[in-house]
């Protein structure tokens, strides 16, 4: 009989870290003992972030830390030390921030190795049982060898990342005006995949902090193009395999460009947020699927997420024992044994199921034999394609799905994450908020007020400190800025469904909490976090959107609200003025990458309500180059002229790839450099996301199938005006997976009329 040994993370609340408590790595949790271990056996730190639903993460549990002599490198030579993301977002941010600085690019898992300080000095994220433990051995032995060489190191790295995350420079700061939507439509039209919906490339992330902002926009302003933008990339995600066309619901992300093939985990931030999306645009534009596709995501909220305490888990995995994907993904065979042969093959026929299976393994394209559920057109098309009224189609339909969902139940379901975050559950309560609102059902409105009843009986506590997560009973981790900010917003919206002034009174507690916990009193803005968050090497403010939004995007749309909204004897001004200091503190941040600020933006849009002034959003018709059309080799290059400065558009055939513009060892990035004969200055390129592939054991940044980059007009000189040219000069290296091209260099002129304005 096999008797395992635990490690120290068996006495550890995560569900993710509990996945690992049998390790034979010996796993310390973050925190002092890990510190003082390090420090008293002047051992360096291996640092392994991750999170309970990601498939990477258990492909390298099982091949690396459940490896007996992997784990003895480990434990030999290392302090190892674990950590949910989800429990401890500010150490995530912080490395993924270090290994993006060093590598060019960061995921999940992330590996990275620290001081003993906490400083990290190496990094990058799954790597191959044989590669890591190569890695640790060659690691160890600089180490003790090279000691100084790897101080010196960590350091540069410590620098860059003050620089990086405590955003404590004064030439940061500057003056809102609403000037910045231009640019922000500028580049959401560079990164619009019109074919398919979404913003830039494969991997494709729902835009969760986007579509808010591009539908209000759409609408104040009457802008025709921001609508299109949101509502394709609404209409072709509700198509796609991302979407769960059985259950509701959608998985983390799409590993290609037109949302067929997801990651199969499903979070309940993307699906809260999402929600709102949906009904927002129900709300608009009157279209019943919107309603259906966010009360079926709702549907699936309230079944599955929902724990006995009325609020919600985090996520749910990917992975079954069958292997990832398996759960939710169906052979022609079994849908013909549970629907009989004319309602299987209607159902085959809707969401493309085939003989031998659509669905290929993402890491080497073998096939499974299996079929993701997803639809190649919209119902409508496809119902004239069969012959059928789009009524008859849909009330066939509906009764196929809960059969198939009936049957999926009896399989082993994928593991659920059971911690409650408090500023997931926030976007839960505003989900339900607004279906209530938009859908008049007063279920939603009855869930939300329990959800929020709990939290502040059992996570916000009297001496002012909100928890982050709550599990089995106890609430620990002290909160973030995130869940002050998206707390305080939900019980804002509460206050003004309800009109009961209880919520009211605690959404200034929180407010106020917030403000005397995180602001910046000098330079403007929050910290993320707080003293109580222990052993963190820097803090950290936060304004770039990443699946949630940003600590200070959250911050600025709690103030604003409290400062429009209500009748708060003379406290609103207050707020208001916090709010407009935050989006000056980060305006320098904003006018250079507008989109990664979309929640900071949707807080200034709160902020001035309907009077704010609209910006001349036009856009010009794209320029092509006269010698696009005889380019040689695999990459096209066009230019598309913005009021904003110039998108610069890569081709890339299939089968290719160019560089991102970070620098890549033995390998030439993809420059873009901009001059003009006429008094106008560039600022750097801003590029969309690139794609990270592994090439040669290395993990690089890439672009494949379409590029594009904008570089904005820093600066114009007053009252100038007259012809002249743009001189573009782009550099870029065409390669396959096994070889290069040389570089090539290609430059283009375009004539310009500088008009005053």
Known sequence: MLIRKPNRLIDERSPYLLQHAYNPVEWYPWGAEAFLTARAEDKPIFLSIGYSTCHWCHVMAHESFEHPQIAEILNRYFVPVKVDREERPDV???????????????????????????????????????????????????????????????QQVKEALQQVLTLRQHELRGVRNPNIFRAYKAQLMSLFDPQYGGLGGAPKFPPNTALPLMLDLAVLWDDE??????????????????????????????????????????????????????????????????????KRTLDWMLT?????????????????????????????????????????????AVYGVEPEGNYREEANQRPTGRNVLAMQDTLQEIAQQLGLQLEVLQARLAPLREKLLQVR??????????????????????????????????????????????????????????????RQGQAYIPGFLSDYALFGLALTQLYEVTGDPEWQMRAQTLADQMIARFADQELGGFYDTHTHHDWLLLPIKSYHDRALPSGNGAACQFLATLAKGWNLSGADNRYARLAGDTLNAFWGLLEQNPYAGSS???????????????????????????????????????????????????????????????????????????SSDLPLEFGEPIWMPAKTISLGGEEVAVYTERAEALVPIAATVAEASGEGYIRVRVVYQPCTERDCGLPVTREFVLPVNLRES
């Not at 400083?119 to 180490?143: C, K, N």
Request: aromatic share 12%.
């Open 225 to 294: 193009e921001l609508g299109t933008i949101a509502l394709t990339t609404l209409n072709f995600m509700a198509q796609g395999g991302i979407y769960d066309h059985l259950a509701g619901g959608f998985h983390r992300y799409a590993t290609d460009t037109r949302w067929f093939l997801p990651h199969f985990e499903k979070m309940l931030s993307d699906n809260a947020q999402l929600v709102r999306a949906y009904l927002k645009a129900y709300h608009l534009s009157g279209e019943p699927l919107y309603a259906e596709v966010a």
């Open 600 to 674: 900071l933006l949707m807080g200034y849009r709160l902020l001035a309500g309907t009077e704010m002034p609209k910006p001349n959003m036009a856009t010009p018709t794209p320029f092509e180059p006269a010698d696009t059309e005889t380019q040689a080799g695999p990459v096209k290059v066009y230019l598309v002229p913005q009021p904003e400065g110039l998108v610069v558009v890569f081709d890339i055939e299939e089968g290719w790839h160019i560089y991102s513009s970070e620098p890549v060892p033995n390998r030439v990035p993809t420059q873009i450099a901009v």
């Open 92 to 154: 995530d941010e912080l490395y993924v921030t270090a290994v993006q600085l060093m590598a060019g690019s960061a995921g999940w898992p992330l590996s990275v190795f620290l001081t003993t300080d906490g400083t990290p000095f190496y990094g990058g994220t799954y790597y191959p049982p044989q590669a890591f433990a190569d890695l640790l051995q060659r690691v160890a032995i600089v180490w003790q060898q090279n000691r100084a060489q790897v101080l010196s190191g960590a």
């Open 304 to 348: 599955e997420m929902s724990l006995p305490e009325g609020v919600f888990a985090s996520a749910v995995d990917a992975d079954s024992p069958e292997g990832e994907g398996y759960y939710y993904t169906w052979t022609e065979r079994e849908i013909y044994e549970v629907l009989g042969p004319e309602d299987g093959a209607l159902f085959c």
């Open 409 to 470: 139940r009896t399989r082993q379901a994928p593991a659920r994450d059971d911690k409650a975050l408090t500023d997931w559950n926030a976007l839960a309560i505003c989900a339900l908020l607004d279906a209530f609102d938009i859908l008049g059902e007063p279920a939603y409105l009855d869930h939300a007020e329990k959800i929020a009843q709990f939290m502040w009986r059992t996570v916000y506590r009297q001496d002012g400190t909100l928890m982050h997560c709550y």
